[in-house]
């Protein structure tokens, strides 16, 4: 187990270093799935002097990806090496890392859908709690398959933001955007964030390995997210397919064709 676990760890940093999509999601779930065994490799790869001195190349980047891995398997460990870590003599990059990676450490999840999959929700939004409630109750949506999904992370509309959700291909983690004020009436806006949370478990479901707004990617995941929006509202199918689905399909397209213009 000891080899495996260590194996699986080379493996996650070397698909870092090459942004090998596959290599990282399949080294990261692995890794997750042991649990509390894979803490003290981790722990073991954090306790090196190499912190202090410059990072050469894609080095740079192990340091996040361990201490991102390790707030996940156990929240005391990474709060107990944070601390340490920041009394250390660090590299100013690494130092800036740990920075930012310490603000996980009041990153609790509000509560866990599917089958365990913890729900995090930013503190900035209001009525986090009822947030957390309406994924939970997606969740449950008939044939939704959250397998391997890690980690499902609701965060505030900012302005010049243009997306409403992601899924984060290395690391099988789902991420909303709840808006903000908005033209739409708010019947319409919680059926959009219904359809985009479908719409990126389909990019996980589907296997997608590659970012970015690819159309045949697209049409897969909103081949997904219709067919899940049936399953949670059979009775509603007649109104969304004739009157609501034109009108959320357009929505999306015009934010598509924005993303666009602007990459």
């Given amino acids: 187990m000891s080899e495996r676990l260590e194996a699986a760890l080379n493996r996650l940093l070397r698909g870092i270093a090459t942004d090998h999509v596959e290599t990282v999601r399949d080294a990261w779930r692995e890794l997750r799935s042991a649990g509390d065994e894979t803490v003290p490799r981790v722990v073991a790869?954090?306790?090196s002097d190499v912190w202090g001195?410059?990072?050469?190349?894609?080095?740079?980047?192990?340091?996040?990806?361990?201490?991102?891995?390790?707030?996940?398997?156990?929240?005391?460990?990474f709060g107990r090496e944070v601390t340490r870590l920041r009394a250390a003599k660090l590299h100013p990059m690494h130092a800036r890392t740990v920075a930012l990676l310490a603000g996980r450490m009041e990153d609790n999840a509000v509560t866990m859908a599917g089958p365990g999959v913890p729900v995090y929700?930013?503190?900035?939004?209001?009525?986090?709690?009822?947030?957390?409630?309406?994924?939970?109750?997606?969740?449950?949506?008939?044939?939704?398959?959250?397998s391997d999904v890690t980690r499902i992370d609701v965060i505030g509309r900012?302005?010049?933001m243009d997306y409403l959700g992601r899924y984060n291909l290395f690391f099988s983690g789902i991420i909303l955007v709840w808006p903000g004020v908005d033209r739409w009436p708010q019947w319409f806006r919680r059926l959009n964030r219904e359809f985009t949370f479908y719409h990126e478990v389909g990019h996980h479901v589907c296997?997608?390995?590659?970012?970015?707004?690819?159309?045949?990617?697209?049409?897969e995941a909103d081949e997904y997210g219709r067919k899940m929006m049936r399953a949670a509202h059979p009775g509603l199918v007649p109104i969304v397919r004739f009157f609501l689905w034109p009108l959320i399909a357009w929505a999306r397209g015009r934010r598509r064709r924005q993303q666009e213009r602007r990459g």
């Fill in 207 to 219: 296997g997608h390995l590659e970012g970015g707004q690819v159309t045949e990617q697209e049409h």
């Fill in 158 to 160: 900012v302005p010049g």
């Fill in 121 to 146: 929700v930013a503190r900035d939004l209001e009525r986090r709690g009822k947030t957390a409630a309406e994924i939970v109750q997606w969740s449950q949506t008939p044939g939704l398959d959250l």
């Fill in 45 to 47: 790869k954090l306790d």
């Fill in 53 to 77: 001195k410059p990072p050469k190349g894609p080095a740079g980047r192990y340091l996040g990806i361990l201490l991102a891995l390790l707030s996940e398997l156990d929240g005391a460990t």
